[in-house]
């Protein structure tokens, strides 16, 4: 009867576990292709960024320099203006991009274009994107723009860098599908290798541009278009689904499903049924695909039925044979709750029955057992009760004491770096500009940034961003003194605070560390470096203002083009 019902059960589920093991693949297939798409824009943003950012960056530093030969005296400011308004007017950013330089000295009601290619001297306040621009004055932003005669307005990116002695903005401005062409592909397909496919055998990531050329795939290296037939039915199954693609397209992301039959290279032989799922990324025009095999799909399934079968054929033979022994194994049970039962007439409490299974017989063992255990132990519980309890109290206060200890620690001590925590370092702090107040000793601090960390956590992940905080918090530790106290003061940010030292030691001690930065191998491919601001403590001042003059000093390292020590 159990076989039977086990049997009916197992036939009823076969449908739905199948139908579950090829909606999972299905998921599993769009998760992996979204993922590979939120690769592939990540990569193509950042590069963009970092082209833009290098453009406007490198025209700061040519202003820089002109504005410094008319600060002595060599340039007028109109050889200035005429010089820089050249060279920005020379540069073709994309295929129409240019560069601009607006004017904002006279507030966001009065912008005008000091330098541009069409509307020199004209007022732009009234576009949005330059209020945007005014309240932002660095970094990338994004717009859209419609020109007279397009069709639909356009996605542009731009990056800013501000010039301030002369409040002028200097920005690029581009089309975003201008910029394909920035992308290196070998960086490009060495950040999609890294994206684990699915756990499906066969499957692969590829992605395609619009006109199907072939932009990525694991095996094929030729970029040229691709013409695939399907096996079965001869139609062009990619050029189908960039034809539905087209058509399905209406400013937003479009996916799907596709089927396909496709002859496996070197087994030209055997044609092999795919089920694929795209994804068009609008901004890039690019579609990325991932491919499985669908028999690989029902492979957990075909296994399942095949260790059904095994399970049953085990479980006849199984019951067959407890069957058999079940007779002389209940014997011998009975026969020994007979034996415990005289025991207990006797009053004999050394009774040892162990219970050998679940069912009526067992429940008597079980209540043999413990009632000769339950009259033994009575009988010296009450002698091990205060001992228990002394132990008890003994063993309670000594993990009270370890959790306050762990406590202590971790209130003090920054997690991911083992330095100070930013807690020790307002304590230390506290304690020198009181012993400096009372005293008249000479103290000073060391406030320090990671330079270019973002583009770490961005390109490297996480977890690469977090062990070169470790490494770097090596090199502080190693080369400050045993009397400074070394603490993470927040993201990538550390502060050295220095007992009984003043100004000299402490730029001494800063362009050490920046040097033991510079040449440290970090764990990334590129070397990192660190800009640094130092500040000696002045009579009756308190924590916070060392910290902001610190800080101030922090921040023109960074404006003077890091990886220098400034102090306040």
């Known amino acids: 009867m159990a076989m039977l019902v086990f049997t009916a059960a197992i036939l009823t589920s076969l449908p739905r576990v199948k139908n579950t093991i090829v909606n ?4 599993e297939l769009v998760t992996t292709t979204n993922l590979a798409a939120a690769s592939a824009e990540s990569l193509y943003e950042n590069t963009l960024r970092n082209y833009m950012r290098g453009i406007t960056e490198t025209n700061l530093s040519t202003l820089n320099y002109l504005y410094s030969q008319h600060q002595a005296g060599k340039l007028s400011k109109a050889d200035v203006i005429d010089q820089f308004e050249e060279i920005i007017l020379s540069q073709v950013v994309g295929e129409t991009g240019y560069m601009v330089v607006s004017d904002i000295s006279k507030g966001k009601n009065n912008i005008t274009a000091a330098i541009h290619p069409y509307i020199k001297g004209q007022r732009v306040e009234g576009y949005d994107f330059i209020q945007q621009m005014y309240q932002q004055k660095n970094g990338y932003f994004e717009t859209t723009w419609k020109n007279p005669g397009d069709l639909a307005a356009r996605q542009k990116v731009g990056y800013m860098s501000y010039f301030e002695p002369w409040q002028w903005i200097i920005s690029v401005n581009p089309y975003k599908d201008e910029l394909k062409s920035l992308v290196d592909i070998e960086d490009f397909e060495n950040s999609l290798s890294k994206v684990q496919p699915t756990t499906l055998e066969g499957s692969y990531i590829t992605i395609l541009d619009d006109k199907g050329n072939l932009l990525y795939h694991p095996s094929f290296k030729e970029k040229s278009a691709i013409y695939f037939q399907d096996t079965k039915t001869g139609s062009y199954f990619i050029q189908d689904m960039l034809d539905t693609i087209k058509q399905q397209y209406k400013g937003d992301v479009v996916d799907g499903w596709q089927e396909f039959s496709y002859r496996q290279r070197g087994n030209e032989s055997v044609a092999v049924d795919k089920l694929m ?14 491919v499985i095999n669908k028999n690989e799909i029902l492979k957990p399934y075909n296994h399942l039925l095949y260790r059904l079968a095994t399970v049953g054929v085990a479980l006849f033979l199984g ?7 079940s007779g002389s194994f209940l014997s011998r049970r ?38 000769a255990s339950t009259i033994n132990q009575l009988i010296s519980e009450q002698k091990q009760l205060n001992i228990s309890l002394e132990e008890k109290v003994e063993r309670r206060t000594r993990e009270l004491e370890f959790k306050n200890k762990e406590l202590e620690s971790l209130y003090v001590t920054d997690s991911l770096t083992g330095l100070s925590s930013r807690n020790k370092l307002d304590e230390v702090l506290d304690c020198e500009v009181n012993r400096s107040q009372r005293y008249g000793t000479v103290f000073g601090i060391i406030l320090l940034d990671v330079d270019y960390f973002k583009p770490v956590n961005d390109v490297y992940g996480h977890q690469v961003g977090d062990v070169v905080l470790k490494e770097f918090s090596t090199v502080l530790k190693s080369h400050s003194r045993k009397t400074d106290v070394v603490g993470r003061w927040g993201g990538e940010e550390f502060m050295i605070i220095c007992s009984n030292t003043d100004l000299d030691g402490l730029l001494f001690l800063a362009n050490e560390l920046k040097s033991k930065v510079s040449a440290f191998q970090f764990s990334v491919s590129e070397q990192k470096t660190a800009s640094f601001g130092v500040a000696v403590y002045e009579n009756d001042e308190t ?16 404006k003077n083009g890091r990886n220098r020590v400034e102090h306040q």
């Open 24 to 27: 999972s693949a299905r998921k």
């Open 334 to 371: 009975i026969n020994g709750l007979v034996s415990a039962a005289k025991m207990l007439a006797g009053n004999n409490y050394n009774i040892k029955l162990k219970r050998k299974a679940f069912d009526e017989i067992g429940d008597l063992e079980e209540a043999f057992d413990a009632t």
């Open 543 to 558: 924590s916070d203002s060392i910290i902001k003059r610190a800080d101030d000093a922090l921040y023109r390292a960074k």
């Open 277 to 290: 799922y795209y994804h068009y990324m609008p901004d890039q025009k690019w579609v990325v695909i991932t």
């Open 319 to 325: 019951l067959t044979l407890l069957a058999f022994l």
